[in-house]
């Protein structure tokens, strides 16, 4: 009997470790979790702080990362119910077949293109969309993609400057 009381108390003892590294393992986790999250309100932030429209999709075409110059740009909503999905809530088509292009095609190779769209005022503006993939593991080699983001920087300016110059080179010729 002695011998069965002393190995209960053993494995009691070997119970309370465990417990104890179990509770310092949640511990460590939890501590690890608010870093990456303050992480990713500070990248957030920064994207949010970025002038030009920026715009992120997952593989399946959800749109997960959209600062608010982008937001503003295409109307989209705060409410987590509604649609996010690329095709339907972009409805410039040559931005979403440059989206579907990186996606589908798996290149790693940046692609640009000139796109007009109307801002919340029906307004029309060329912008040069710039694309890439986005890789799963950050190495950006194209494979296993896991979505893509574009950059789009109005161009209204530099598209009027063409047009003058084109106009100014006619006149003179």
Same mark, same amino acid.
């Given at each position: 009997?002695? *011998?069965?009381?002393? &190995?209960?108390?053993? =494995?009691?003892?070997?119970?309370?470790?465990?417990? =104890?590294?179990?509770?310092?393992?949640?511990?460590?986790?939890?501590?690890?979790?608010? !870093?990456?999250? *303050?992480?990713?309100? =500070?990248?957030?932030? $920064?994207?949010?702080? $970025? /002038? #030009?429209?920026?715009?992120?999709? %997952?593989?399946?075409?959800?749109?997960?990362?959209?600062?608010?110059?982008?937001? %503003?740009?295409?109307?989209?909503?705060?409410?987590?119910?509604? /649609?996010?999905?690329?095709?339907?809530?972009?409805?410039?088509?040559?931005?979403?077949?440059?989206?579907?292009?990186? +996606?589908?095609?798996? +290149?790693?190779? !940046?692609?640009? =293109?000139?796109?007009?769209?109307? %801002?919340?005022? &029906?307004?029309?503006?060329?912008?040069?969309?710039?694309?890439?993939?986005? #890789?799963? *593991?950050?190495? &950006?080699?194209?494979?296993?993609? #896991? &979505?893509?983001?574009?950059?789009?920087?109005?161009?209204?300016? !530099?598209?009027?400057?063409?047009?003058?110059?084109?106009?100014?080179? #006619?006149?003179?010729?």
């Amino acid at each position: 009997e002695l *011998s069965l009381l002393h &190995g209960l108390a053993q =494995r009691c003892n070997d119970l309370n470790l465990r417990i =104890r590294e179990s509770e310092q393992a949640k511990v460590g986790s939890e501590v690890r979790l608010r !870093q990456v999250l *303050s992480e990713c309100r =500070r990248a957030m932030e $920064i994207v949010d702080a $970025i /002038s #030009s429209p920026v715009i992120a999709i %997952d593989a399946c075409d959800e749109i997960v990362v959209v600062n608010q110059t982008a937001t %503003d740009l295409f109307g989209l909503s705060a409410d987590p119910a509604e /649609s996010r999905l690329l095709h339907e809530v972009v409805k410039c088509r040559e931005m979403v077949e440059m989206f579907l292009e990186m +996606t589908q095609h798996h +290149t790693s190779v !940046q692609r640009a =293109r000139e796109i007009e769209l109307c %801002d919340v005022d &029906g307004t029309k503006h060329a912008y040069l969309a710039t694309c890439r993939m986005l #890789s799963p *593991s950050g190495s &950006g080699d194209g494979q296993d993609s #896991s &979505g893509a983001f574009a950059v789009l920087r109005k161009i209204d300016e !530099q598209k009027a400057m063409q047009k003058e110059h084109a106009d100014f080179v #006619s006149e003179v010729s």
